[in-house]
């Protein structure tokens, strides 16, 4: 999928809380009411007042038509990944060198959208500067913020909420309990329960977990315990800040001692996280690998970990209170460093995974994962990139991850983390082999996602010193991606006799050191490119038919959709429009499923020189349109290419010759007004249909079958991870 999400259903990317609401009417119509007076409203409370719960459900109650989209800021700690998190929360690509903060501007104009920024207490000033930009240039936008503070924005609209009244509170009580099973007792010692407790959802959702083991009159006492222990002396806390630290402590204490490890252990992800990842980054040291399911599902059973469901399958998470809890724990225990350690390389290791595994039937798969698990990978990024001895480690990362920029649209993204990356970093493992592999293969990945944002400039900098430094230390791998990505550079610029010359001679070294994957197809490709652009068709159609063949021997679609897009042209030159029509659907399909917006324009202007060979004028047009608007979101239109931009001139021709200028225009204006969803159906003359893809097969189970069999890679492999593809 690439951005279609503000053009999609009234939801968006709202998650629905499937247990039962409970209470909070008045304050639901509180909020709608709030809404019909200002367009910035925040909900605040102490910690586990049930805020993100209510927003949620109040935001799904006012939809507008442009959607719902939620932005969970909790994971989040440097500040300049405030926009991308938006960004990323929104479905939007740009492989621009536009700023992400430029890009919503763009994408956000002219529609009705709410977004729910959940988690802005810890981030209350990029937030605030945010929205204020936001809401003052986006007259369809509306936000609803979550936290402890507000944001202090010119028109905010505050909405402090309260805890439970005591017969919601009892409510939440009993029906929390029911649902595991709990045998209730008298109704007097629960409401005494949930007045000790101060009604706060949080606190009546751990009792309720609580409840199998003990009576309520026996969580009383512990609450009364633990209320005296922890209350002692503290008179500047605010009582309901204290009660919710009572029924953590209690519901903490109440822990089995495995347990409690494994909470404080937890605590070192980001983001949701799976069994196999939690097995390997908080097993052993007292707690067996073999027994973490166990006390995962008894933290379950106690709501102190909450379990959704998600593209990549069955996912787990502490919610922030809890995970601060179990980081103070964490970081007593004098664990920490060596837990951030365990978390880093567990990440690394499912990187190279993910990346070996790009070139195979599972690359859908990987797509869908990568994007689950991209809180604990930018956590992972941010703890290389800032500790000089795991800085290797940081540019292995930012290098492997090049199928996520660049092939599932998050050029702007990476083109930070890689910028970061490439930075002279001192330690130890800096000027090792391994630290100059990792490094140079982040430099040749920046040369790549820079040409794809049309910043020649910088792409040619960052491979002229990718291939001299690999020169120098004889890394042969290295040379060979930088003259490949250089022979890239040169067909964008229409130097065709330098592409071709470059582009031979590094498929020439892919062969010689045996490498083969995504890359090395792209390079086939690109080489017919340039041999169709200097009148070799034949040669380019053998070429890309070939790519093709292996392609689908490896269940690779990303090249292969390349591939099917000179065949495509090569078809409508031979006149056989049909068969140009399902070799370009095909592609545009394949791109439209990565969030690959390169792709997916180009597969889009040249299914409008075919409707116009078709004899359809005004559909050419209205498609000649919609690429328009892609356009922006992807670079120079057509990348400034005399040789790129030939088609869309033909095809402009004709429709004019045919349409007149003014309904040729009128047409193209029509176009433009199209969403992306939208523009994709209408491409492949589809206008009903759902494009969007399904998750992959497999989407209820772990995505990863069979990788907790062997423990993930704790550094780069031998040959700096390319031929992973």
């Given amino acids: 999928m690439q951005d279609e999400r503000p053009d999609g259903p009234s939801l968006g990317n709202l998650p629905l809380d499937l247990d039962p609401f409970v209470g909070r009417s008045a304050e639901l119509a509180e909020l709608a009411g709030a809404f019909a007076e200002a367009r910035l409203v925040t909900v605040t409370g102490t910690g586990g007042v049930g805020k993100s719960r209510l927003a949620a459900r109040a935001a799904a109650r006012c939809a507008p038509a442009g959607g719902v989209w939620r932005v969970e800021l909790a994971p989040v700690r440097d500040p300049e990944f405030v926009d991308y998190a938006v960004v990323a929360a929104l479905g939007l690509t740009d492989h621009t060198t536009r700023t992400p903060r430029e890009t919503l501007l763009a994408r956000l104009a002219e529609r009705e959208v709410l977004l729910v920024l959940d988690g802005v207490e810890h981030l209350v000033e990029p937030c605030a500067a945010l929205v204020a930009e936001l809401l003052g240039r986006l007259p369809g936008l509306r936000v609803l913020a979550v936290g402890r503070r507000p944001l202090g924005v010119a028109g905010e609209r505050l909405l402090p909420l309260a805890p439970l009244a005591p017969d919601e509170a009892l409510e939440l009580l009993r029906v929390r309990a029911a649902r595991r099973g709990a045998v209730l007792g008298p109704e007097g010692d629960l409401r005494e329960l949930c007045r000790r407790l101060d009604g706060i959802p949080l606190a009546v959702e751990l009792a309720a977990g609580r409840l199998g083991a003990l009576s309520a009159a026996e969580l009383l006492g512990r609450v009364d315990d633990r209320f005296r222990v922890l209350t002692g002396g503290d008179t500047a806390a605010l009582p309901r800040h204290r009660t919710l630290r009572t029924a953590v402590g209690w519901s903490h204490e109440l822990c089995t001692p495995a347990e409690r490890l494994l909470w404080a252990r937890l605590s070192v992800f980001a983001g949701p996280f799976d069994l196999e990842a939690a097995e390997y980054v908080c097993g052993g040291h007292g707690l067996p690998a073999d027994d973490v399911l166990d006390v995962l599902c008894a933290l379950l059973e106690q709501s102190v970990l909450t379990r959704e469901e998600t593209p990549a399958g069955v996912r787990y998470r502490l919610l922030d209170t809890l995970r601060a809890y179990g980081a103070g724990w964490l970081a007593a225990s004098g664990e ?10 567990w990440y690394v290791g499912l990187t190279t995974w993910c990346e070996l595994e790009w070139f195979s039937p599972r690359q859908d798969e990987v797509a869908v994962r990568v994007d689950v698990e991209l809180p604990n990978l930018r956590a992972a990024l941010e703890h290389c990139l800032t500790d000089p001895e795991a800085a290797h480690f940081g540019q292995y990362l930012a290098g492997a991850l090049w199928f996520h920029w660049v092939g599932c649209g998050r050029l702007s993204e990476g083109r930070r983390w890689l910028e970061r990356a490439v930075r002279p970093a001192a330690g130890p493992a800096s000027g090792s082999a391994v630290g100059e592999r990792a490094r140079l293969k982040a430099l040749w990945v920046l040369g ?28 042969l791998m290295a040379v060979a991606y930088a003259e490949h990505r250089t022979g890239c550079l040169a067909l964008v610029t229409d130097d065709m006799a330098g592409a071709e010359e470059l582009l031979r001679s590094a498929l020439v070294r892919y062969r010689e050191i045996g490498e083969l994957n995504s890359n090395v197809l792209m390079g086939q490709v690109e080489l017919a490119m340039a041999r169709a652009f200097q009148g070799d068709l034949p040669d380019a159609v053998r070429r890309c038919e070939e790519v093709r063949r292996t392609c689908e021997d490896h269940g690779e679609r990303w090249a292969r959709g390349y591939a099917l897009y000179v065949l495509g042209y090569a078809a409508w030159a031979e006149g056989d429009l049909v068969r140009a029509r399902e070799l370009l659907a095909d592609c545009l399909v394949g791109a439209h499923r990565f969030r690959d917006q390169l792709g997916s324009v180009l597969a889009v202007e040249l299914l409008a020189l075919v409707t116009v060979a078709e004899g359809d004028a005004a559909e050419a047009a209205v498609l000649q349109g919609a690429a328009a608007r892609m356009w922006p979101s992807v670079g120079l239109p057509l990348f400034g290419s005399a040789h790129y931009n030939a088609p869309h001139e033909r095809c402009e021709r004709a429709a004019r010759e045919r349409l007149g200028d003014e309904r040729y225009e009128e047409c193209v204006r029509h176009g433009v007004r199209l969403g992306p969803e939208e523009a994709v159906r209408r491409a492949l003359g589809r206008p009903g249909a759902v494009v969007s893809p399904p998750a992959p097969r497999g989407a209820g189970a772990p995505a990863v079958a069979g990788a907790g069999t062997a423990k993930p890679a704790a550094s780069p492999t031998g040959k700096g991870g390319e031929t992973a593809g």
């Fill in 448 to 475: 790549y996602v820079a040409i794809l944002q049309g910043d020649t400039a910088a792409a040619l900098r960052a491979l002229q010193e990718c291939r001299r430094e690999a020169e120098r230390s004889a890394d």
């Fill in 336 to 345: 920490a460093a060596r837990l951030g350690r365990r978390h880093r390389d």
